[in-house]
Each structure stands twice: as structure tokens, then as C-alpha cells.
């Protein structure tokens, strides 16, 4: 043996082989592969991506009752689903192939399939995308393993087919669905229910329109299942609905649904909810924003700076004058006010624009958000009743974060939850610590809420809900806990009140910063 002869050789630390052996070595090494497929306890194919068979070992002989000559070349659901009445699973194991071939990922898929005994058989396959040179998908190997052993014997089809149902609606990012031609669901499973809110006894044989949107029927909806009808598939991007009214994005598949004769019998669904992967996307464009913007405000700033240096300077020389009556003392001292009012917008774009230095330190939560309380004792509120409550985590792990920065923050947070609620209300604020990683702040208000339509702008500097805000607190706040490598959202109802959620990173070192 070839290797027995290799390993033989001590003493040099390269070999170098003459071709003949080279040669040997490699059929060798391709006749011990081929016996390790063929010899192999679990069904191996190779599939083309035009779904034919290039390669299969004995057990898929032995399993199919056809030998390997009448199998290669075949189409692979005709060589496993041959005799197969039922044309839902063949669609369900297309529609898992389809899903390798497009993302080039691989795929577990349990399905069942009938031997030469026409007996049924429980296989789990793994799906896994040979990738060519091109990094295009070349094939698709397939391993099958046979569970149906490990089942109860006396176990019915329609008990393998409820488990097979069981596993995949534990897919969390997936939902698998189909309709017939009347656009009602027919088969509801694949984590639909836990993606739409819907059970199964309440949907199943309802109409689709039901997952989406008023303004997408029924014209997009028509269409979308039109162009199905003509090229096979169809993928968008869309919103659709929950069952409690909330909307989400997802990326929705539709395929053909065919009967054992080819004939169009309704359409399968695939649809995967992309809510993180949009919020990661937004996050990331408010954060080029909030740069691009930034960099405006502080031109903008040294702009009218000049101008109102010279200004403020010209007044104060006027209104040292002694001769200067009465009247016009009282209208300088209008343009004064309004002076000082630019002067102070101006600071806050400058503290907008600028990134000041963090002094890092281990930060108690819970002591910071005490100390910025005595501050808001002093704002002339209204004459609301406003309740605040604390549920501080007593055990809350320390911040790692700039005392002074977050003390600004919660000064904000807490001065529009009071501002938000002029007929009273109650502020909780709430922490706690996340798998000793992160430390989550909640600052809630039960005041008038802001619009849905609003939400996406709150932390753009300039955009303000109230009718004398300038719009800056709120983007400050934001570029504060970005720079701490923290993140800062906000939930909100109209009328219900809003919460805003920090979350900060854990500093590790023992010693917290004096209050």
C-alpha cells in the first residue's frame, strides 16, 4: 500500500515523490473515497443546480429499488418522490433546495419518503451548496439519514407528517405558508404562527389578504401572484401584518404550487422577517446623518458667531450711553434678549457638532440618575402633579462612561417626560443589568406620545414635537451614548406615553466615580 510505504520513510522532513507515484497516490486516494460514499451508512446524493443527479451510493439503490445507472441523469423529486401522492412534500423539500441554491447556505430538511417496499421512511437530509471556482453554487450534496428506527414503530403517516410540521415551525426567522387558487391558506406552518400571531385553527381556509396591507390589495397582491402564474417565482421586499395590527418587513417568496402533473394548484409563501436587519440599516444611515450634520452645524456656528460678536458689542457700547432715553433703552434691550437667545442657540449647535473628550470612568446608574433630580426641582413647571418612581436593580453592576456626559442625558430624558405631560402623569425610571455585559436605563412618561410618523426623525437635530424646542437636546443625547458605545431608542403611543431605552456597556473595574 501506498500509504503504509509513505509512512514508512523517517528522517527527511520533505518528500519528493516521482510521478508514477504521485499518480498512485491519487487513484488511490479517489478509490477510498468512492468506497466511504458508496459503503456509507446514510443516502448521499449530488445534485446539478437543474436539479439532476450527478452521483449516488448503494443505499440510494438499495432505497429506491433502481439501480445507479437509471438514477444518475434523473430529476432527483422524480428519483425520490416517484410514486408520491402527495405533492406537498415534494414542494416543501423544493422550496428548502431553492433556498440553498439562491443565499448559498446550507440547509437541514426533514421530509419522508417511500422505499422499494412502498414503505414510508423518515429521512433528515442536510443540504449543503458546493460553491465552483466562480464562487457560483456548482451543486448541492445531500446527506440523508434514515430516523424512521428511532420512531415508535406503530406511529401513523399522519403522526410523522404533524412531527415534520412540529420541527419546521420552530424556525424562527422563517414562515412557511400556501394558498390555493382562491388566494385562501391551505397549509399554515414553518414559524408562521409565531412571525404572524395568527394560530392555525384561526387562519387556516381565511383569505391571504389577511397578512397584508390595505393599501397592497388588491392590485400589488394580484400581480405579484400573476407573475408567479408566468415565470415560476416571484421574491419582493413588502410590509405585511400581524395579527395585533403591526406592520414589519419582510422578504417574501412565492412559488408555484404543483400537482404530481405539473398543473399550477395554488402558490408556497416563504417569508423572512427582516425587522432587525432594518433597524441595524437605519441605525447605521442616522448615524452618517448625524456626522454629515454635524459637521454643517459647527460652519454654520463660526458663521453667525461673527457677526454676532460684532452685534452684542455694538449694544453694549449704546446702552452705556447716559444720554440714551428711556424708549430706546427698552428696544435694545429687546434686540439684546434676542441676541443672547442666537448666542445660546449657537452654543448648543457648537456642543452639538463638537465630540468632547470622555473622562471614563466606573459610573453608579443609579446614583447618577439621583443626582440630576435636585436639577429639575428648580424648572418652573406647570402645576401638574407628576409622580415619579424608581426601580433601581439593587445589584446594578457599574458603567463604563463619563459622569458629567450622562448626567446631561438624563436631564434631557427627564425634562421632556415632565414637559410631555402638562395634566400630570407618573415617570418611571428603571435599570438593570444584561447578561453582566450591558446596564439598560428606562425612562417612561405616561404623556401625550409621539405620532408614528415622528419616531424616525426624534433624534435629528432641529426636529422638535414642542412649539418652543429647538429641536437639539435629543440629538445631543444621541451622539453622547453613540460615542459611549451604548445605544439609545425610543417606543411611543399616542396618548399612552413613551419610553426611551438606554443601554450602556459594563465597566469591569472595581472603583466607581464619586457623586
Known sequence: MIFGHLLKKKGTDKLKLPPDYIQLFQQESQNIVNKIIDNAAVLILYIYTDGKISLCNKLVEEMSGKSRDTIIGKNWLAALYQDETSPIKQQMFKAVMDDCIKYKRANNYNGAIRNINNEERLIFWNLT????????????????????????????????????????????????????????????????????????????????????????????????????????????????????????????????????????????????????????????????????????????????????????????????????????????????AQAERIRSLVDRLLKFSRYAPLKIDAVDINATVESVLPFLNYQKWSASKVELEKDFAPNLLPAKGDFNQLQEVFINLLMNAYQAMPSGGKILVKTRNLNNEFIEIRISDTGHGVAPGELKNIFMPFYSTKKDGTGLGLSICYNIIRNHNGTIVIESQVNKGTTFIIKLPVNKEVRVAAI
Not at 268 to 290: G, L, N, S, V
Request: charged letters at 30%; glycine letters at 6%.
Open 129 to 336: 451548496p458546493i460553491l465552483s471556482e466562480s464562487e457560483s453554487v456548482h451543486g448541492i450534496l445531500c446527506i440523508g439519514n434514515d430516523m424512521t428506527d428511532i420512531k415508535e414503530k406503530e406511529a401513523s403517516v399522519k403522526k410523522i407528517d404533524e412531527t415534520l410540521k412540529d420541527i419546521l415551525s420552530s424556525i424562527k426567522e422563517y414562515a412557511l405558508y400556501a394558498v390555493n387558487l382562491d388566494g385562501n391558506i391551505t397549509y399554515y406552518g414553518m414559524g408562521s404562527d409565531r412571525m404572524f400571531g395568527w394560530k392555525k385553527e384561526e387562519i387556516i381556509f381565511k383569505n391571504v389578504s389577511i397578512l397584508h396591507l390595505e393599501e397592497d390589495l388588491p392590485s400589488r397582491l394580484s400581480s405579484m401572484l400573476e407573475h408567479v402564474k408566468k415565470s415560476g417565482q416571484y421574491e419582493t421586499e413588502i410590509e405585511m401584518v400581524r395579527k395585533d395590527k403591526r406592520v414589519f418587513p419582510v422578504i417574501l417568496t412565492i412559488n408555484q404550487f404543483l400537482d404530481t402533473e405539473g398543473k399550477l394548484i395554488g402558490y408556497i409563501f416563504i417569508a423572512k422577517d427582516i425587522a432587525e436587519r432594518k433597524k441595524m440599516e437605519h441605525q447605521i444611515f442616522q448615524a452618517e446623518k448625524m456626522a454629515a450634520i454635524g459637521q454643517l452645524s459647527a460652519g454654520m456656528a463660526h458663521e453667525i458667531n461673527n457677526p454676532l460678536f460684532v452685534i452684542s458689542g455694538r449694544l453694549e457700547l449704546l446702552l452705556e450711553d447716559n444720554k440714551l432715553d428711556e424708549e430706546s433703552r427698552k428696544e435694545l434691550g429687546i434686540i439684546k
